[in-house]
């Protein structure tokens, strides 16, 4: 892909409110014992606090009635500290088992993205561009993991204590409590505007980030191009223009903030003036003594921390629950591996329902083991690469499919196995599919590690005879390691060959019901290649199999051909079959053993 015509497509989904809080339930489901007792010590020490303004209005009427002398001054400054030490001792607790559970679930979560990512249908990754993928395993991970300090706190201290003091209030003259109560509008219209403005900001802040990181991302992927095109200077202004875009975005984050901000403060001034208020006219009447005026008021600017930290707190709470709802939406889109025993072209950008099942495959089909049915698909917006193929592979058949380059085998393979989804038509196969494709990954670790990633049970005993079986012992002479022989980036390097073989060997030890075969980079009539066809053999006896047939000597092995050209089926039938029919699979067999002739002549 060129760097210029690299651009975001349609982003990844991002989780609904319910969706997100059935995944956040889900992931918290193990710490309800411990939420319970921080609920009730939070309850508990914000009860505690209360005492101090108590205590303030009683020493107030006492030295106003002229009854206040030294011991009743020192008692109830003892009582004072004493609950100010316990209040202080509860709400640390509160707050720090509320943390850990938060950051335990937070864990939790970033480990499911994680396994999630690895397991993307690979069109919706890059329809989206992967900066989207990286952006929200990182700035939005770190955005939700960062609410911690101000959310925790709020949401475990203050909302108990506005419960609180309101119940205090209510208990000392209920006009305190009506007073506080007549302001509050003030503060439901603040919060109404800010809920209606701060999401759709915030949002639009992060889409800015992942706009940015996908630049930057297709920037350094495609350094070589960039530089090979003179794209250097492009490139810069794009990367500029999207970092401006980022900064606009946050300056209006900021400025809604600001006025969140002034909304609150006028919610203060017109609170502290009412109760102040109801209190002059309480004690002029007689209703309430200036002690009980003043442990209102103390009340009151008790209330106003509180109140304002969860107003504010819903600010940063908004900005996560933004990024925990792209978090979320990307770890509740089936994967591969779930959703497809049965593909259609739903798309899973379309609905995110962390529920998803999948229809078990019809029981009267077991003797089949693949279907498809007018299936097609594109590209993007490219043209037809597949066009109305039927297919059905008999259980323990082993099916190759031939044809020119371009033909369209290597995108038949991805559909059938389910890495990509198909515009049109249906595609059946076994729960159990794996597939070696043309770039054979090796993981930086160790040899076992390697080969054991799609089957963690296996025992060394396990894997040495799956590397006998697939002719790749002699990995094991890599090092004296042996298996421990560390491979991959900075390890010891592997040929192309080698990593073919540990490909095989692993797809033998995950035992698939169906394994696919696109692997091309041997070159036919080597050593290698006869080999591999070897190690391709073992690998399918006793499974269903399909081989993308880069070498004919494969196809005439196979059960069935299946000849492709231009995304459509145009032959079908045993080796001798197409050859007797003398049609394109006899041609192209011709040409391979004239081929095959000047290669052993050479
Ligand atoms: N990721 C992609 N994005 C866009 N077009 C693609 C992509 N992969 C393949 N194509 C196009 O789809 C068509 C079919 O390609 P495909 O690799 O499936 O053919 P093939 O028969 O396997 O070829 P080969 O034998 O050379 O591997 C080609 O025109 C190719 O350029």
């Not at 975001?8 to 918290?28: C, F, I, N």
Request: glycine share 8%.
């Amino acid at each position: 892909m060129s760097v210029a015509s690299a651009t975001t497509g349609q982003a990844l989904p991002v989780a609904g409110g319910r969706a997100t809080a059935a995944e956040v339930r889900r992931l918290s489901r193990g710490h309800r014992l411990r939420l319970a007792a921080v609920g009730v010590v939070g309850i508990v020490s914000t009860a505690v606090d209360l005492i101090p303004p108590v205590a303030i209005g009683y020493l107030v009427d006492r030295v106003r009635a002229g009854t206040a002398d030294l011991g009743t001054v020192l008692t109830v400054t003892a009582v004072m500290a004493l609950s100010g030490v316990l209040g202080a001792a509860g709400t640390a607790v509160a707050i720090v088992h509320a943390t850990r559970v938060y950051h335990a679930v937070l864990a939790a979560l970033r480990e499911r993205l994680v396994s999630r990512a690895m397991l993307l249908p690979q069109h919706l990754v890059e329809r989206a561009g992967t900066g989207d993928l990286i952006s929200r395993s990182s700035d939005d991970v770190t955005a939700v993991a960062d609410a911690a300090p101000a959310v925790i706190p709020a949401l475990t201290v203050s909302a108990f204590t506005i419960v609180v003091s309101l119940g205090g209030l209510a208990a000392l003259e209920w006009p305190y409590a009506a007073a506080f109560a007549v302001v509050l509008p003030v503060y439901a219209l603040a919060m109404r505007w800010y809920l209606r403005t701060g999401p759709r900001v915030y949002r639009a802040e992060r889409a800015a980030m992942s706009a940015r990181a996908q630049q930057i991302l297709e920037s350094q992927r495609g350094y070589a191009t960039v530089l090979g095109f003179g794209l250097a200077e492009r490139r810069h202004r794009t990367v500029l223009t999207d970092s401006w875009g980022v900064a606009v975005q946050s300056l209006r984050a900021r400025t809604v903030l600001s006025m969140l901000n002034a909304r609150l403060n006028l919610g203060e001034c017109l609170s502290l003036a009412a109760v102040l208020v109801v209190g002059f006219v309480l004690v002029d009447h007689g209703s309430s003594t200036v002690g009980g005026a003043t442990t209102a008021m103390l009340l009151v600017l008790r209330l106003l921390g509180p109140v304002n930290q969860l107003l504010f707190v819903v600010d940063t709470l908004q900005s996560a629950l933004a990024s925990l709802s792209r978090v979320i939406g990307v770890v509740t889109i089936p994967t591969v591996d779930a959703a497809d025993a049965t593909t259609t072209p739903t798309d899973p950008m379309d609905e995110v329902d962390p529920t998803h099942e999948v229809d078990p495959m019809d029981p009267a089909d077991t003797a089949t083991a693949v279907r498809l049915r007018e299936v097609a698909f594109r590209y993007a917006d490219g043209p037809p690469v597949l066009d109305g193929i039927d297919l059905d592979i008999p259980d323990g058949q082993h099916l190759a499919i031939v044809g020119p380059s371009g033909a369209g085998k290597t995108t038949l393979a991805a559909v059938i196995a389910g890495v990509r989804r198909p515009d049109d038509g249906t595609v059946t196969r076994p729960r159990r599919t794996a597939v070696i494709t043309q770039e054979v990954h090796v993981f930086a670790g160790a040899l076992r590690e390697n080969l054991t990633l799609a089957a963690p049970d296996a025992t060394d005993r396990d894997i040495r005879a799956a590397l006998e079986t697939t002719g790749a012992a002699d990995l094991l002479d890599l090092s004296a390691d042996a298996l421990d022989t560390v491979v991959g980036t900075g390890g010891h390097p592997l040929t192309d060959a080698q990593a073919q073989q540990l490909a095989l060997a692993r797809l033998f030890l995950a035992d698939p019901e169906l394994a696919i075969l696109d692997e091309a980079t041997a070159e036919a009539g080597s050593a290698h290649a006869e080999r591999l066809d070897r190690a391709s053999e073992a690998v399918l006896a006793g499974r269903t199999g399909i081989v993308i047939a880069h070498r004919l000597s494969q196809a005439a092995t196979c059960d069935r051909i299946v000849v492709m050209d231009a995304g459509r089926v145009i032959e079908t039938g045993t080796h001798d079959e197409l050859l007797t029919a003398g049609g394109t699979y006899a041609r192209l067999w011709a040409v391979w053993q004239a081929g095959q002739h000047i290669s052993a002549n050479r």
